[in-house]
């Protein structure tokens, strides 16, 4: 019984770590998704302030 109780709190260990880990690559596209977005919304507004001449 002690060895499923110490199997049960090592696997929940492991699933956390995981989950963290799943959480941690989904932040860090959300903040390169971002980053580039708002990247290419400065070229959009340089490319059209200077189609539209001002």
Known sequence: MI???ISTIGGSVV???ARQQQQA????RAVGF???ASGLAV???QALQR????
């Open 3 to 5: 060895q499923m109780m």
């Open 51 to 54: 189609a539209l001449g001002s």
């Open 43 to 45: 070229i959009v507004a």
């Open 34 to 36: 971002a980053i580039v």
């Open 15 to 17: 699933a956390r770590r």
């Open 25 to 28: 690559l989904m932040l860090r």
